[in-house]
């Protein structure tokens, strides 16, 4: 497309969205004036529908979002002028007292429909706060309305620039947001969200690319948090960590910010099909039985169905479902499912799988009991390189989480703990990264010093990586 005519169409886009403010704005006016059902509201609901429709049939998303002290069509920034000035500042004014952060339209809402949500704010006082919004949320469901979705405003949009909002500027803090973020983005789609898939994979593809901001300004962080485990949400802590893993070795293969939103999302998804397996296999804490296996093994197919179902997004590339169709094909196309004609793996397809194997390796899934320490689960995949890994992809990905992972807890040569806090970047100091210290020789918990294995000074050495479980501590606190 050319650059004028895109031009002109965002130009269209902000005329639509601003049209859209003001009505909404009139029926919000309207509906506190008048008893629902008024026939005042008529006039405001078929317009808010007729632009909707509009939008949907632009292929574009009709939702209002409060972001970063703006008003968003979309994705679009919409800046008030002097006429739509009041309906601007009211609607923002309105969705942040009610700690709304978006307001989505599907193409399945009706007239009648919009008139009824716009009286689910009658007698819910307006103080922002996540209750406000899970009251707002509830009347929606009393009153079956289920063509127009709601999102909650983010804390740091909600609460402003208080103590919070510095609190948050560290990126300790909002690594973790981010990571929970992301959890909440893919159970929301593994859930089966029947309604309002795009939106939910749009907030998917946003949380991606909030994860790879995040980590090309602060890695390390974020890698971190892959130690966090739960068993109960395994799918999604596992779907989450191998986003993470997947786009560190994405960034280091060069690859550029939208490949590796592409990369991310594959990486997100990989394992989407497992929720077409009957959950007493997916749980079953013993071996499985031959049929069992082969049911587990179908994951992948049906992985690609779903991928290809999730509709409205445009970028749900070949390159996405291809990439988690490949996750266990291996790089000698010795895993599964067979697929006789396969020559070439993709990219996108030897960097989940050796993401996906890490991160198995290393939790404690119900069906793998004793999880390997990190510097075990590679040394594990290192006699794998060139067979069931990409030999060179695998080096890069040493590289990247080092021999001893961040996360990894240590015993040093003082009997002292050491969880990893960060590895040397120089490829020649990969088994003396940086470490806090943990414990003392006598097993006393101490908040410890920072210490640089690798210079001589420092007196320590590592001894042997422990499994953080059977010490019961908790590595990711040093994280988050
Ligand atoms: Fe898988
Ligand atoms: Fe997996």
Excluded at 291 to 299: F, G, I, L, T, V
């Amino acid at each position: 497309m050319s650059e004028m005519k895109s031009e002109q169409l965002e130009r269209e886009m902000i005329r639509i969205g601003k049209t859209l403010i003001n009505q909404f704005f009139v029926l919000l006016k309207t509906a506190q004036n008048y008893e629902e059902g008024h026939s005042a509201t008529n006039a405001p609901t078929s317009n808010i529908l007729k632009i909707v429709r509009e939008i949907h049939r632009r292929n574009e998303e009709a939702s209002l979002r409060v972001k970063g002290g703006y008003l968003l069509l979309g994705e679009l920034r919409l800046k008030p002028d002097a006429a739509g000035f009041d309906a601007f500042m009211f609607t923002m004014g309105e969705m942040k007292r009610y700690f709304i952060g978006a307001i989505n339209f599907t193409p399945s809402t009706s007239a009648e429909e919009i008139g009824r949500f716009a009286y689910v704010f009658r007698d819910v006082e307006p103080i922002p706060s996540p209750q406000t919004y899970q009251k707002l949320i509830e009347k929606m469901h009393h009153g079956n309305i289920l063509g127009i979705e709601m999102e909650s405003l983010s804390e740091e949009e909600g609460y402003g620039e208080g103590d919070d909002a510095v609190e948050l500027k560290d990126s300790k803090v909002r690594a973790k947001k981010v990571y929970l973020q992301t959890i909440h983005a893919v159970s929301d789609v593994m859930e089966n969200a029947k309604m309002g898939q795009t939106l939910k994979l749009r907030k998917s593809k946003r949380v991606v690319q909030g994860m790879i901001d995040q980590l090309l300004a602060a890695e390390t962080n974020l890698i971190g948090l892959t130690t966090i485990r739960s068993h109960d949400e395994y799918t999604y802590n596992h779907s989450v960590n191998v986003c993470i893993l997947s786009l560190a070795i994405g960034q280091r293969v060069g690859l550029s910010k939208g490949s590796l939103c592409e990369l991310g999302m594959s990486a997100l998804f990989h394992d989407i099909g497992k929720s077409e397996i009957p959950l007493e296999i997916l749980n079953k804490p013993t071996e499985f039985s031959k049929e069992e296996w082969e049911a587990m093994q179908r994951h992948p197919i049906h992985g690609v169905k779903k991928l290809m179902k999730l509709k409205g997004l445009d970028a749900l590339s070949a390159r996405i479902i291809t990439g988690a169709f490949e996750h266990h094909l291996n790089y000698d196309f010795s895993g599964y499912p067979k697929v006789p004609s396969y020559t070439n793996l993709s990219l996108f397809g030897r960097i989940i799988s050796l993401a996906d194997c890490y991160d198995g390796l290393t939790s404690s899934r119900v069906y793998s009991r004793v999880p390997y320490p990190p510097d075990k689960a590679l040394r594990f995949m290192m006699n794998r390189a060139g067979k069931a890994y990409d030999p060179i992809l695998l080096k890069l990905f040493i590289n990247c989480i080092g021999i001893y992972p961040v996360g990894s807890l240590l015993l040093l040569s003082t009997k002292e703990l050491a969880v990893v806090m960060q590895n040397n970047p120089d490829p020649g100091k990969w088994s003396t990264p940086r470490v806090k210290i943990i414990a003392d020789a006598d097993g006393n918990e101490v908040d410890g010093e920072m210490v640089d294995i690798s210079d001589p000074e420092a007196g320590r050495a590592i001894v042997e990586t422990l499994d953080p479980q059977k010490y019961k501590i908790d590595v990711t606190r040093y994280f988050v």
